[in-house]
């Protein structure tokens, strides 16, 4: 499930960007109940752009800001429960991290939903089905 995180450059001190993923990825983890699955953590992947001051914009003017979004199959943000609550902690935690310089209407959070069965891993085009019956399968794994 690729994040990409895009953040004007000097918006989070330097060197945060990398704990501010992190966080970003264990989040979407946790409101999914996917905390600790091996197939999903492995699953979860993604970049950091900085972009350089004057390359970003908001209300037509350039000035700071913050993307984060996800791409996923389906099965993933289907619940509003879920969509509120990790676009609220998302928001939450870039804010947070800029030490709160970012207003929170200069953080964007969204979801882009890929078409189900075109879900690729390791070569291998997975519905929804299969995705969760590999969550299942590692989850059994874990268990003692």
Same mark, same amino acid.
């Given at each position: 499930m690729p994040l990409t995180l895009t953040l004007t450059e000097g918006v989070l001190p330097p060197g945060h960007e990398?704990?501010?993923f992190s966080q970003l990825c264990e989040a979407m983890l946790r409101w999914h109940g996917l905390a600790g699955n091996s197939f999903m953590t492995a699953a979860v %992947? *993604?970049?950091i752009h900085l972009v350089p001051r004057g390359h970003t914009?908001?209300?037509l003017h350039d000035g700071p800001v913050a993307f984060v979004e996800w791409k996923v199959p389906p099965v993933a943000f289907a619940s509003r429960e879920i969509q %509120? *609550?990790?676009i609220e902690e998302a928001t939450a935690l870039v804010h947070a991290a800029s030490g709160g310089q970012l207003a929170r209407d200069r953080i964007w959070v969204n979801v882009v939903h890929a078409v189900?069965?075109?879900w690729g891993i390791a070569g291998h085009a997975m519905t929804s089905a299969q995705l969760g019956e590999a969550i299942t399968a590692a989850a059994t794994q874990a268990q003692p």
């Open positions: 990398k704990l501010v %992947i *993604g970049s914009y908001a209300g %509120i *609550g990790y189900d069965g075109a």
